[in-house]
């Protein structure tokens, strides 16, 4: 078959348009730094790069989610401390006025320190965390106890999600962690300070047992409170494990390979140099044909 000027000049021509075009898709991949512009580049690749970017705006979220956990229960834990520091330093004083060589004016001195430590534990009973309180359960714009010492909030726990099937409790309800048993903490102090005020010593001694459970209840929400949080830790750990994977893997499979890129820009120049070298003898053959 003879091979005519005309289709050797298609031929060059598709080759032209071929690098042409191979040109492009590599400019712009070196200019976006992606290697998928459009679904159309890699079907499969577009699917797998939005699951990857799902997964890692789940994970962001559920970092976000444990943010927030992590600075109520924080908050949570430096209150419970100050709170045992008070029934600390109340027990001292009821152990000091429970001895018989205490008078009624020395007793009625440490009742004043008392009632300070009793409204010490209300304030703190009432800690608010953006402008929400974080003793009420879910009646959060509700103050935890009234006037009279009365738990005001519900017993609801209010959870975030850590995973897809994984949820933690973020806040400890007032009745829980400023009662024991029926009685709050600033009821225990109250008695503590009439005891003090009625110089009533059998009635001061009995408070002891009392403040030492209340601390005994402190200890046990912030037990419950760290244990919470080390499950934060290790959960945002894996977390922070996995985001790094998927976004290694999401790398993988739509950024541009930029040094691979210049390598194919380069190559395609000298292909494209060679065409037009080759299509110049063509034309200049097929021109003396004609004119022979």
Request: charged share 25%; net charge negative.
């Amino acid at each position: 078959m003879r091979i005519t000027a005309f289709t050797i000049f298609n031929q060059m021509t598709r080759s032209l348009q071929e690098r042409i075009k191979d040109m492009f898709v590599h400019s712009e991949q070196l200019s976006t730094g992606k290697k998928i512009n459009k679904p159309s580049d890699d079907v499969f690749g577009t699917i797998s790069a939005m699951d990857y970017k799902v997964s890692l705006n789940e994970i962001e979220q559920y970092m976000k989610n444990m943010d927030e956990a992590e600075s109520q229960l924080g908050l949570t834990d430096t209150i419970m401390s100050s709170v045992a520091n008070s029934l600390i330093r109340a027990r001292e004083l009821a152990v000091g006025a429970a001895t018989d060589t205490q008078t009624a004016e020395s007793r009625a001195s440490m009742a004043e320190e008392v009632a300070n430590l009793r409204d010490e534990v209300m304030r703190l009973s009432q800690t608010k965390l953006r402008n929400r309180y974080i003793f009420s359960g879910y009646k959060t714009d509700t103050q935890p106890f009234d006037s009279g010492f009365n738990y005001a909030g519900d017993t609801n726990e209010m959870n975030i999600l850590t995973d897809r099937d994984s949820s933690i409790a973020i806040n400890i309800t007032g009745d829980e962690a400023f009662s024991y048993g029926s009685e709050t903490f600033m009821e225990t102090l109250d008695n503590l300070y009439d005891s003090l005020v009625n110089n009533d010593a059998p009635a001061i001694r009995a408070s002891i047992t009392s403040i030492d459970n209340d601390i005994n209840q402190v200890a046990n929400v912030r037990a419950s409170v760290g244990a919470r949080m080390n499950y934060l830790e290790r959960v945002k750990t894996t977390h922070e494990d996995r985001s790094l994977t998927m976004k290694t893997m999401l790398s993988n499979t739509e950024d541009a390979d930029i040094a691979g890129n210049i390598s194919e820009l380069t190559k395609i120049q000298v292909a494209l140099e060679s065409l037009r070298a080759s299509g110049s003898k063509v034309i200049s053959q097929s021109l003396m044909d004609f004119l022979g």
